[in-house]
């Protein structure tokens, strides 16, 4: 579903073909969308049946409510580039048995493989280069958006860009010792955040200050200084549920 930001004017974006609930012992799984930079498409990974591996297929929709339609299958982690020209996704690969990540241009054509295995494809804000984590090995790549460049940063996950596109801020460390990392994208200078234990939500848009969730069940979310680690202020003490975000300048 779509909604203004107060709530008001949701609307199903995607139902099923007749628009109606289905009673089945299936139902359909759709991953976390992206919306399209100028709010007029979305574009989301669905399983229309059983929860089946290797089954998703991407499709893009109006947020109107239009019909969807299909971009790649198997194929799941979509995320628009910030011009709103292409997208990345994740796509599984029969012959490898690993993820790949693709580029697409936003009608499906042009499809084309950058990295013979990783997932969680996100972009760059000056849209050169996308930050993407292995699929086994567990470790942070970033490579140009033609496919070259690949470079290996460190393990670790949730790689979030700063918003010079110059720096990456990655979740490294254990469960048991969360921390976080702050690096160059060529792979140089990594930096750990002092006292930063806990989950990377978001870089602010001045690149000097991150929002991170903190702790289980209620959740903490706190903003830390990048460099330092300073504790500069709690969002909120009873968070359910992390993946907090900085509003950006239009």
Do not use: C
């Not at 991407?58 to 299909?70: F, K, N, T, W, Y």
């Not at 990783?118 to 760059?124: E, M, N």
């Not at 929002?211 to 500069?232: F, H, K, Q, W, Y």
Request: negative net charge.
């Amino acid at each position: 579903m779509v909604s203004n930001p107060d709530g008001s004017g949701a609307q199903v974006v995607e139902a099923n073909p007749t628009g109606t609930a289905v009673n089945t012992p299936y139902t359909t799984y759709i991953t976390p969308a992206d919306l399209s930079p100028d709010g007029q498409q979305i574009a989301f990974s669905v399983n229309p049946g059983a929860p089946v591996p290797h089954t998703n297929q991407l499709d893009i929709a109006a947020v109107d409510g239009g019909a969807p339609r299909q971009l790649a299958a198997p194929a799941y982690n979509p995320r628009w580039s910030p011009d709103g020209t292409k997208i990345a996704y994740s796509m599984f690969r029969t012959e490898t048995q690993l993820n790949a990540v693709f580029i697409a241009n936003a009608d499906g054509s042009g499809a084309h493989m950058v990295a013979p295995d990783g997932v969680d494809p996100t972009w760059s804000p000056d849209g050169t280069q996308l930050a993407f984590t292995t699929t086994n090995g567990g470790s942070i790549k970033t490579v140009d958006v033609n496919g070259s460049g690949l470079r290996t940063l460190g393990p670790g996950r949730n790689a979030v860009w700063s918003p010079t596109s110059n720096r990456i801020a990655f979740n490294s460390g254990t469960a048991d010792v969360p921390q976080i990392t702050i690096e160059n994208s060529d792979g140089s200078k990594a930096q750990v955040v002092p006292g930063a234990n806990g989950t990377l939500d978001d870089w602010d848009p001045s690149g000097t200050r991150l929002l991170v969730s903190i702790g289980s069940g209620p959740i903490t979310i706190e903003v830390v200084d990048a460099t330092s680690g300073a504790r500069d202020g709690i969002v909120t003490t009873s968070a359910l549920y992390p993946e907090a975000s900085w509003q950006r300048p239009r």
